[in-house]
Nanobody, 115 residues
Framework: QVQLVESGGGLVQAGGSLRLSCAAS????????MGWYRQAPGKQRELVAI???????DYADSVKGRFTISTNNAKTTVYLQMNSLKPEDTAVYYC?????????WGQGTQVTVSS
């Protein structure tokens, strides 16, 4: 089993920054995809950023140049550095871990950006 624990959400003013963390525990495969998704009220969950095998990164167009995804060397913790935050970034952010056999979600952390 893999467990994910997220932290770092909160309330910030527009233009500010937050850093989300997601620690994975359990049997972690070194070949994995870890990422962040978000869901705003009344909207579907959407991809924010993913990192494959600790180095290949992909971002949603809406966050390119503002958000950075990274992992620790062991590829067991994934971070999302969010800069220049906008009110439209307000959502519940979910961490995701995937390998060849498992697809695991965190409990979500609220990010609220005030204008």
């Amino acid at each position: 089993q893999v467990q994910l624990v997220e932290s770092g959400g909160g309330l910030v003013q527009a233009g500010g920054s937050l850093r989300l963390s997601c620690a994975a525990s359990g049997r972690i495969f070194s070949i994995n995809v870890m990422g962040w998704y978000r869901q705003a009220p009344g909207k579907q969950r959407e991809l924010v950023a993913i990192i494959t095998d600790g180095y290949s990164r992909d971002y949603a167009d809406s966050v390119k140049g503002r958000f950075t995804i990274s992992t620790n060397n062991a590829k067991t913790t994934v971070y999302l550095q969010m800069n220049s935050l906008k009110p439209e970034d307000t959502a519940v952010y979910y961490c995701n871990y995937r390998d060849t056999t498992r697809d695991v979600w965190g409990q979500g952390t609220q990010v609220t950006v005030s204008s």
